[in-house]
Nanobody, 124 residues
Framework: QVQLVESGGGLVRAGGSLRLSCAAS??????MGWFRQAPGKEREFVAAIRWTDSRSYYADSVKGRFTISRDNAKNTVHLQIDSLKPEDTAVYYCAARTNFLIRGLSGMSDYPYWGPGTQVTVSS
């Protein structure tokens, strides 16, 4: 089992920045990612990073503004969010997996472990 704890969410003005963090405990992860869910919308993929080759992958809507990074020693992943927009308002969820054979990064089914989520609110 893997336990995930997110931190770093909050209220920020448009154009500002936030750094989300997700710490995993229990087992070493093979990949970790971030998804978000806005009110009334389905949960969507944001970014992910794979431990074996450090390959990162982003949703088109966040490329250039979001940066995912990892700290292997701490089994932690960070999501730097710059140039925030009101449409970035959502609950952001951290996701993780331990299976090194899975190659996909952007599907919810690629991750069996999920954090409780952290709220990001962007005011205009």
């Amino acid at each position: 089992q893997v336990q995930l704890v997110e931190s770093g969410g909050g209220l920020v003005r448009a154009g500002g920045s936030l750094r989300l963090s997700c710490a995993a405990s229990g087992r070493t992860c093979s990949a970790m990612g971030w998804f978000r869910q806005a009110p009334g919308k389905e949960r969507e993929f944001v970014a992910a990073i794979r431990w074996t080759d450090s390959r990162s992958y982003y949703a088109d809507s966040v490329k250039g503004r979001f940066t995912i990074s990892r700290d292997n020693a701490k089994n932690t992943v960070h999501l730097q969010i710059d140039s925030l927009k009101p449409e970035d308002t959502a609950v952001y969820y951290c996701a993780a997996r331990t299976n090194f054979l899975i190659r996909g990064l952007s599907g919810m089914s690629d991750y069996p472990y999920w954090g409780p989520g952290t709220q990001v609110t962007v005011s205009s």
